[in-house]
């Protein structure tokens, strides 16, 4: 593989490219800090990603003329300027967001990437971010890459040839880790009461953060667990070592943990490379509906923003106001409810970190609804779980109130009676 300086790389985006970005743990930062140093000789460069890690520098003011932003779900680092300095938000599923190059609704002309170096046969591998990746090198004409042997080498979707890249440059950056905050006592509570219905030989999607931590946790007496999940992080890991994650009951990819990409520490990187038990697959096949509803017990663990009283689910957005995207979430949960015994949950604390509830009579105006009251099955707080599956709008009202903070459960009543009458 030949290497050429960043500065050479770089000077291949001209002004109105499309460019995609690789995310998450393999966001090609070299790339992305050099492509901004470069900014005074582009105009209207058009930046396509999921989310990414680190500072998005493109994101600034003084970069208004040089850079426009359409986040496929937004990030930390990008969340501030949504709407503003040219950074727009594209409501799609994640599983479709190949289709937008396949068809050429987005057409790409560079995708920036981070890889591994080369093996004896010339193939890097995309590391921990398969994801929409692999559509975008599919089809953007120009593929640069940061090549870093550093990057875990994942099994699946994510290998791509030497030659199929145009420009290489060497890289030796250490890779973004997320570091497990400790548990809550609420996040403690509601992983212990979703562990509670999970069956042996269920088959696990579950996200990042404290709650899919807390789950996990719970489950250490389990049998046969499978993984077929957007992703997943550290908390599989303590599952795997004692045979509790085993994907012996798995009808699809049996014996292997399937995820897209990965998030976590070393030592979940350490895991990941070249572990033949890992596939990290193109986004348009795990988060297919046919494919997740494929395995028996799915259970699909995923999280709001805010709950109304009929089961209507807010996780893109704090009002009008763009705080994540739709993400797999509908994915997920139509397929654990299509799988032989699934079982899909809404899982939340019952107030944010204001002490503001999150059990509401009805969503904030503006607030975008990400999952429909008739995709609702499992919602669990961290006072207990309820299913709302075919329950009347007063019923599930009832239910809600039941798992709300107590302190709101008063008002709520109040205002159940008022939209739904009597109660059954």
Same mark, same amino acid.
């Given at each position: 593989?030949?290497?050429?300086?960043?500065?050479?790389?770089?000077?291949?985006?001209?002004?109105?490219?499309?460019?995609?970005? #690789?995310?998450?743990?393999?966001?090609?930062?070299?790339?992305?800090?050099?492509?901004?140093? #470069?900014?005074?000789?582009?105009?209207?460069?058009?930046?396509?990603?999921?989310?990414?890690?680190?500072?998005?520098?493109?994101?600034?003011?003084?970069?208004?003329?040089?850079?426009?932003?359409?986040?496929?779900?937004?990030?930390?680092?990008?969340?501030?300027?949504?709407?503003?300095?040219?950074?727009?938000?594209?409501? !799609?599923?994640?599983?479709?967001?190949?289709?937008?190059?396949?068809?050429?609704?987005?057409?790409?002309?560079?995708?920036?990437?981070?890889?591994?170096?080369?093996?004896?046969?010339?193939?890097?591998?995309?590391?921990?971010?398969?994801?929409?990746?692999?559509?975008?090198?599919?089809?953007?004409?120009?593929?640069?890459?940061?090549?870093?042997?550093?990057?875990?080498? %994942? *099994?699946?979707?994510?290998?791509?040839?030497? %030659?199929?890249?145009? *420009?290489?440059?060497?890289?030796?950056?250490?890779?973004?880790?997320?570091?497990?905050?400790?548990?809550?006592?609420?996040?403690?509570?509601?992983?212990?009461?979703? @562990?509670?219905?999970?069956?042996?030989?269920?088959?696990?999607?579950?996200?990042?953060?404290?709650?899919?931590?807390?789950?996990?946790?719970?489950?250490?007496?389990? &049998?046969?667990?499978?993984?077929?999940?957007?992703?997943?992080?550290?908390?599989?890991?303590?599952?795997?070592?004692?045979?509790?994650?085993?994907?012996?009951?798995?009808?699809?990819?049996?014996?292997?943990?399937?995820?897209?990409? @990965?998030?976590?520490?070393?030592?979940?990187?350490?895991?990941?490379?070249?572990?033949?038990?890992?596939?990290?697959?193109?986004?348009?096949?795990?988060?297919?509906?046919?494919?997740?509803? &494929?395995?028996?017990? !799915?259970?699909?663990?995923?999280?709001?923003?805010?709950?109304?009283?009929?089961?209507?689910?807010?996780?893109?957005?704090?009002?009008?106001?763009?705080?994540?995207?739709?993400?797999?979430?509908?994915?997920?949960?139509?397929?654990? /409810?299509?799988?032989?015994?699934?079982?899909?949950?809404?899982?939340?604390?019952?107030?944010?970190?204001?002490?503001?509830?999150?059990?509401?009579?009805?969503?904030?105006?503006? /607030?975008?609804?990400?999952?429909?009251?008739?995709?609702?099955?499992?919602? /669990?707080?961290?006072?207990?779980? !309820?299913?709302?599956?075919?329950?009347?709008? @007063?019923?599930?009202?009832?239910?809600?109130?039941?798992?709300? *903070?107590?302190?709101?459960?008063?008002?709520?009543?109040?205002?159940?009676?008022?939209?739904?009458?009597?109660?059954?």
């Amino acid at each position: 593989m030949k290497f050429i300086t960043t500065t050479q790389a770089i000077q291949h985006i001209q002004s109105q490219n499309r460019i995609f970005i #690789q995310g998450a743990a393999a966001t090609p930062n070299k790339l992305i800090n050099e492509m901004v140093a #470069q900014a005074a000789r582009l105009v209207d460069v058009e930046i396509c990603h999921m989310h990414t890690i680190g500072d998005a520098p493109y994101t600034q003011k003084e970069f208004y003329n040089s850079f426009k932003i359409n986040n496929f779900f937004i990030g930390a680092n990008t969340r501030a300027t949504i709407g503003r300095v040219r950074n727009q938000y594209i409501p !799609v599923f994640l599983s479709e967001i190949p289709v937008l190059f396949k068809k050429g609704i987005l057409p790409l002309d560079v995708a920036l990437i981070h890889v591994s170096p080369p093996d004896k046969h010339g193939f890097c591998s995309l590391g921990l971010s398969v994801d929409t990746t692999r559509a975008a090198i599919e089809h953007a004409k120009v593929i640069i890459a940061q090549v870093n042997p550093k990057m875990p080498r %994942s *099994h699946g979707d994510g290998i791509i040839h030497e %030659s199929k890249i145009h *420009h290489a440059v060497l890289c030796d950056d250490d890779i973004p880790e997320d570091t497990p905050e400790p548990l809550t006592p609420e996040e403690q509570a509601i992983g212990r009461h979703i @562990a509670n219905i999970i069956e042996d030989g269920a088959c696990l999607q579950m996200g990042i953060g404290g709650i899919p931590n807390a789950v996990l946790a719970c489950l250490g007496n389990h &049998k046969n667990l499978g993984v077929h999940s957007e992703m997943f992080s550290d908390g599989i890991l303590p599952l795997v070592e004692k045979g509790v994650i085993n994907g012996m009951k798995k009808k699809s990819h049996p014996g292997k943990m399937v995820a897209t990409f @990965a998030v976590g520490s070393r030592r979940l990187y350490d895991f990941i490379d070249d572990n033949p038990t890992v596939a990290l697959l193109d986004v348009s096949y795990t988060n297919s509906t046919e494919a997740i509803m &494929k395995n028996p017990k !799915v259970t699909a663990i995923n999280s709001a923003i805010e709950i109304d009283l009929t089961g209507q689910i807010c996780a893109d957005s704090i009002g009008p106001k763009m705080f994540s995207g739709v993400g797999g979430q509908m994915d997920f949960i139509r397929g654990a /409810a299509l799988s032989k015994g699934g079982k899909p949950i809404i899982a939340m604390t019952s107030t944010t970190k204001k002490g503001q509830n999150k059990i509401v009579p009805f969503l904030k105006e503006g /607030a975008g609804v990400v999952s429909t009251r008739a995709h609702m099955h499992y919602i /669990a707080t961290e006072y207990g779980i !309820v299913d709302l599956y075919g329950k009347n709008l @007063a019923q599930r009202a009832k239910a809600l109130i039941s798992i709300a *903070h107590p302190s709101f459960r008063e008002v709520l009543e109040k205002k159940a009676f008022e939209i739904f009458g009597s109660p059954w």
